[in-house]
């Protein structure tokens, strides 16, 4: 079946644009996950969405980022007046989620990489 | 805050040698994975772990977890150079909603 796709696959923009980064998760995950990779590191987490609950933002970086997520499907990760330090590639994970036994394992989508000039 | 620390961050390896990489972390999980990404890829999951004493093989790869020592390794038999890549460990906590990701281990596999 399907996976997690992303669009764009590469951006890049002038420092100080908005832009907006899309997620399309499995179908039937009821669960979605943005990351931030910046070069030659490690995975950090942004932002989670899970049904209908108010969505776990406590990893994003300042109040220029934020996501919307309709129902279980499609997700927008914004940036506002990008800056150098945004360029990293952005990757979205989908994951079904049984109740009170906690997430399964996350498929990633290709990620949109970023790059703010 | 959860930290997870993977060691080494590089390992330079000869085909058919034998190696562990190590993730540690702070505190206590039920559940880990691991994940492999090739350069320029986004990350194909490998091992879900979900109880202490977990051991899962997959080819040349086996990871295991020892949750009392909040501890796992992934041991790489017989390397060949298909395996380069870097691998990501991730620690999930009960009350958690994410995963935290460790610094990833970058492999390489000489011939």
């Known amino acids: 079946g399907a996976g997690v796709s992303q669009s764009p696959s590469n951006k890049v923009t002038e420092k100080g644009k908005d832009v907006e980064l899309r997620c399309d998760p499995i179908?039937?995950?009821?669960?979605l996950y943005w990351y931030r990779q910046r070069l030659g590191q490690g995975l950090e987490f942004l932002i989670y969405?899970?049904?209908?609950?108010?969505?776990?933002k406590s990893g994003l970086p300042s109040d220029r980022f934020s996501a919307e997520r309709t129902g279980e499907s499609v997700s927008t990760l914004t940036i506002q007046r990008t800056q150098q330090e945004d360029s990293a590639v952005y990757l979205c994970?989908?994951?079904?989620?049984?109740?009170?036994?906690?997430?399964?394992?996350?498929?990633f989508g290709p990620g949109t990489r970023l790059t703010v000039t | 805050e959860l930290k997870v620390e993977q060691n080494p961050l590089f390992l330079s390896m000869q085909e058919g040698k034998n190696y562990t990489i190590y993730c540690n972390y702070s505190?206590?999980?039920?559940?880990l994975y691991w994940y492999r990404q090739d350069p320029g890829k986004s990350l194909e999951s490998l091992f879900v772990?979900?109880?202490?004493?977990a051991v899962k093989q997959e080819g040349r790869l086996m990871a295991s977890l020892d949750t009392k020592a909040r501890l796992s390794t992934l041991h790489i038999t017989a390397a060949v150079h298909d395996l380069s890549a870097t691998y990501f460990c991730?620690?999930?906590?009960?009350?958690?909603?994410?995963?935290?990701f460790g610094t990833g281990t970058r492999l390489q596999v000489t011939l």
């Open positions: 994970a989908s994951s079904f989620v049984r109740y009170r036994t906690g997430p399964y394992e996350q498929y």
């Open positions: 179908s039937g995950h009821t669960a």
């Open positions: 969405f899970q049904g209908n609950s108010a969505p776990d």
């Open positions: 505190t206590t999980s039920d559940r």
């Open positions: 772990l979900l109880s202490n004493g």
């Open positions: 991730a620690v999930h906590t009960g009350t958690a909603s994410k995963l935290t």
